[in-house]
């Protein structure tokens, strides 16, 4: 009795002893990739917080571009719960001993190589993120002074059109500058999408160039 108590506790020490190095490295690799989700996550937190903040910023285009990421992140959350039951499983069997853990050993090193593709997957996520928060960043910059000029010029618009109240085509003054009032707020709330062709800038431009010339329009029709 006391010869098979000791064989067992020795053959539960070799086993474990065993899988010791190759647990720890595991471990250690699901520890990075969680804290690449971690990094990932916060990138793409702070992405959203620039968004839907009436500035212009097209927020629905530029949060499509964050959608690819929420895919692998599910497969994350996947591969870490498979990731936890084979360790689990590779330490229960270590304790019968090394023959009994060898399969659950190179269950475990598939593991590894599964999270380290992933971790490899995420790492592009991260950097195409930080590029995409910075770009997000200088275009809320660089819109800044053309939503304060065409809104400067709407206000003026809408002054001239009070002063010229009763002035043969006020009606359609009064029609078009609405028009131009509705397009200014979508552009502010970032509901325009843009394109290659036709930038949330250029949108700006040309809605300030229409005011500046229904301005003119109003300026010289006969009082």
């Known amino acids: ?8 506790r020795q053959r539960q020490a070799e086993g474990l002893a065993a899988v010791a190095g ?30 839907d903040q009436g500035d212009g910023l097209p927020s629905d285009t530029i949060r499509e ?24 499983a590779t330490v229960q069997a270590a304790e019968h001993g090394v023959e009994v853990a060898v399969p659950w050993l190179e269950a475990l090193r598939g593991q590894v190589r599964t999270m380290t593709d992933l971790r490899e997957t995420f790492a592009g996520y ?28 709407l206000r003026a618009a809408q002054d001239e059109l ?3 109240q009763g002035a043969d085509g006020w009606h359609d003054w009064r029609a078009d500058l609405t028009a131009l ?27 300030e160039r229409e005011v500046a010339q229904l301005r003119g329009v109003m300026a010289a029709a006969p009082r």
């Not at 397009?183 to 290659?196: F, N, Q």
């Open 1 to 8: 009795m006391w010869g098979r108590s000791r064989t067992r």
């Open 22 to 51: 190759p647990v720890e490295a595991a471990d250690a690799a699901h520890q990075a990739l969680l804290d690449l989700r971690r990094a990932v996550r916060g990138e793409v937190a702070r992405i959203e917080a620039l968004l």
């Open 65 to 88: 571009q964050t959608l690819g990421a929420m895919g692998v992140f599910a497969d994350l959350d996947v591969v870490s719960q498979q990731y936890q039951e084979v360790r689990t």
């Open 126 to 153: 991260g950097e195409s993120f930080v590029y995409l928060r910075e770009r997000t960043e200088r275009l809320r910059a660089d819109l800044l002074p053309l939503r304060e000029g065409a809104h400067a010029a």
């Open 162 to 164: 009070t002063e010229a």
């Open 181 to 207: 009032g509705d397009r200014l707020t979508e552009l502010d709330g970032g509901r325009v999408t843009p394109t290659a062709r036709q930038k949330v800038s250029d949108h700006y431009r040309e809605l």
